[in-house]
T-cell receptor
Framework: AQKVTQAQTEISVVEKEDVTLDCVYE???????LFWYKQPPSGELVFLIR??????QNEISGRYSWNFQKSTSSFNFTITASQVVDSAVYFC????????????FGSGTQLTVLP | SAVISQKPSRDICQRGTSLTIQCQVD?????MFWYRQQPGQSLTLIAT?????????ESGFVIDKFPISRPNLTFSTLTVSNMSPEDSSIYLC?????????????FGPGTRLLVL
């Protein structure tokens, strides 16, 4: 069975600090997707990134970067120079069998960026 | 991606009543889903809304409690029936889109439901 663990329940940083959100996953499948979503206080779930299991390249998008390591079954998310607007709950998710139809979500990490 | 809207955005309801939530997408999509997010919790899939046939429910969710309609490829409704305070949650719809090499679920803005 698939499982996603986000061990950090809450993280608090001061603006401009870097912060890394951890995500560890379990799957028996060799073909799977990993996702990160952001949920601001408004409640909407915003898609940030999808990573395919066969693509271990790290990715950078502005202040966001993702580190995918199959050897440790981790897909960590780093925000550089954090801003107050980054305050949100961040969810990591996994889907198997080469399809995004069945998403298994982690429990989420509440990130608070203080001014 | 797609533009997804939900109505209502929030509501306060009395126990024993029912509420129907609408989800509208700006393009035709094959697969739509309904999720529940209880306070402080992660997302749980309620069901897959199938166009032209009955929804496919996940374990722990039943049609009598959460009837779903999917009359066409751009619209779906979820009804929360005979509500109790335990139904207070955010309800989100999502759609499955192919993008590049693979698929992604995109979510609507959610409906915040409070049952008194």
């Amino acid at each position: 069975a698939q499982k996603v663990t986000q061990a950090q329940t809450e993280i608090s940083v001061v603006e401009k600090e870097d912060v890394t959100l951890d995500c560890v996953y379990e799957t028996r499948d060799t073909t799977y997707y990993l996702f990160w979503y952001k949920q601001p206080p408004s409640g909407e779930l915003v898609f940030l990134i999808r990573r395919n299991s066969f693509d271990e390249q790290n990715e950078i998008s502005g202040r966001y970067s993702w580190n995918f390591q199959k050897s440790t079954s981790s897909f960590n998310f780093t925000i550089t120079a954090s801003q107050v607007v980054d305050s949100a709950v961040y969810f990591c998710a996994l889907s198997e069998a080469g399809s995004a139809r069945q998403l298994t979500f982690g429990s989420g990490t509440q990130l608070t960026v203080l001014p | 991606s797609a533009v997804i809207s939900q109505k209502p955005s929030r509501d306060i309801c009395q126990r024993g009543t029912s509420l129907t939530i609408q989800c509208q997408v700006d393009s035709q999509v094959t697969m739509m889903f309904w999720y529940r997010q209880q306070p402080g919790q992660s997302l749980t899939l309620i069901a897959t809304a199938n166009q032209g046939s009955e929804a496919t429910y996940e374990s722990g969710f039943v049609i009598d409690k959460f009837p779903i309609s999917r009359p066409n490829l751009t619209f779906s409704t979820l009804t929360v029936s005979n509500m109790s305070p335990e139904d207070s949650s955010i309800y989100l719809c999502s759609v499955l889109l192919s993008a590049g090499v693979g698929e992604t679920q995109y979510f609507g803005p959610g409906t915040r439901l409070l049952v008194l």
